[in-house]
Each structure stands twice: as C-alpha cells, then as structure tokens.
C-alpha cells in the first residue's frame, strides 16, 4: 500500500509541476500578445503594463493551484492516518490462540 501511495504522489507531482508552468506562462503570454496587438494597431505601450499584470496573474494563478494541492494532499494523508489507525486497532482485537492445547488444562482433566 505503503509502494502505491508512493506512486501516486510521484505522478501527482509531475502533474503538479506541469500545472504550475501552463498555469504562470498561460497568463504572461496572453497579456504579452494583447499588449503587441495594442501597441502595434495603436503605437502606444502597454506591452510592459500588461505584462507585469500576465506575472502578477499568473503567480496568483500558481499560488491558488498550490493552496489547492496542499489542500488535498493533507485530507488523503488524514484518510491514509485513519485506514492504517483502524486496522490497526483490528489487528489488535484479534485474540491469538496457541497452536498446541495448554499442558495445564491437560492435567486437570486427567486429575495428575
């Protein structure tokens, strides 16, 4: 279970880094192209404005998608904690029993 988990959380941070660059880069390049589109029709500059506006909405983008992450890391480790809490608890309610009867018990039914 323990190999499994282990797994997952691999990819799930591939997943998570490839996450982080579309969702930073997705922002910066669309207010680089609005902006080139602007100056280049109307001659002004708001390529620079825009594109200090792509990073701050592309960190916030990156900062919103790892609160998000953290978030359900931390709820499946809790359901991780729990499982292996209860089955924990069921291992130990097992009564064990000895595999050859009890020499005591023997002698007091044969009264030696």
């Known amino acids: 279970m323990i190999g499994l988990h282990f797994r997952k959380s691999v990819f ?5 880094i490839s996450q982080l660059g579309i969702s930073v880069m997705t922002p910066i390049f669309l207010c680089v192209f609005i902006g080139y589109q602007i ?35 931390r709820r499946e480790n809790e359901k991780i904690r729990r499982e292996e809490l209860s089955h924990r608890a069921a291992q130990e309610t097992q009564v064990s029993r ?12 044969t009264g030696g």
Not at 12 to 16: A, E, K, P, T
Not at 52 to 57: E, K, W
Not at 98 to 109: A, D, E, F, G, L
């Open 12 to 16: 799930r941070n591939l997943v998570m």
């Open 39 to 73: 100056d280049s029709r109307l001659g002004t500059i708001w390529i620079i404005p825009l594109l200090i506006l792509g990073v701050l909405a592309g960190g916030r983008c990156a900062w919103q998608l790892v609160l998000r992450m953290m978030e359900e890391e």
């Open 98 to 109: 000895p595999k050859q009867p009890s020499r005591i018990n023997r002698r007091k039914q």
